[in-house]
């Protein structure tokens, strides 16, 4: 069974720039989180989908990201204009359904902005 | 909200000793504890979870134990082997999304 798929691995870009991450979560997985992860720290949450609606938004930046889940499978996350503390690794999970089931998460996305 | 606290930050020990790594948490409705290793380059894996109606879990050199009372668990490996090097995380959740520590940089010296 294929993971969790994120593209690109890594981006490396200039202040001011916009920068897009994709991800393609496990087939038939319902639920899709973004999370960031910053140098030394656990993952946090962004934004979590379940199916194509954004459940939880609380913590994402809504002045410069977005994201969206269009048919309810795959995911876009994207930053415009990137500032240089964007710089950290976006990380994307699936699970089966939502709550306590398990999440895998993708090997993420390592922004650099410069 | 849900805070989880994770010590120690590093840790060492030889080939074949135990490690052990401890995490509090605040919510005491939290009834799903996931522990994850991270290693460099890759993203976080899931290695054994605990719910709240269960105390331990044991999977061969894992283990996970569960103290609702005082709101803590621990994660225990035995006979730890240099392929065990990694970052650790706990996480705490209560029908919500993850709330992860800060994760355990283990070595293993062979």
């Known amino acids: 069974e294929a993971g969790v798929v994120q593209s690109p691995r890594y981006k490396i870009i200039e202040k001011k720039q916009p920068v897009a991450f994709w991800c393609n979560p496990i087939s038939g997985h319902n639920t899709l989180y973004w999370y960031l992860q910053n140098l030394g720290q656990g993952p946090e949450l962004l934004i979590r989908?379940?199916?194509?609606?954004?459940?939880?938004d609380s913590q994402l930046p809504k002045d410069r990201f977005s994201a969206e889940r269009l048919k309810g499978v795959d995911s876009t996350l994207k930053i415009q204009p990137a500032e240089l503390g964007d710089s950290a690794v976006y990380l994307c999970?699936?699970?089966?359904?939502?709550?306590?089931?398990?999440?895998?998460f993708g090997p993420g996305t390592r922004l650099t902005v410069l | 909200g849900e805070n989880v606290e994770q010590h120690p930050s590093t840790l060492s020990v030889q080939e074949g000793d135990s490690a052990v790594i401890k995490c509090t948490y605040s919510?005491?409705?939290?009834?799903?504890f996931p522990w994850y290793k991270q290693e460099l380059g890759k993203g976080p894996q899931l290695i054994i979870d605990?719910?709240?109606?269960?105390g331990e879990k044991k999977d061969q050199r894992i283990a996970v134990t569960l103290n609702k009372t005082a709101k803590h668990f621990s994660l225990h490996i035995t006979e730890t082997q240099p392929e065990d090097s990694a970052v650790y995380f706990c996480a705490a959740s209560r029908d919500t999304p993850l709330v992860f520590g800060k994760g355990t940089r283990l070595s293993v010296i062979a």
């Open positions: 989908y379940e199916n194509e609606e954004a459940v939880d």
């Open positions: 605990i719910r709240s109606n269960v």
């Open positions: 919510d005491s409705a939290s009834n799903y």
């Open positions: 999970a699936s699970s089966l359904g939502r709550g306590a089931d398990t999440q895998y």
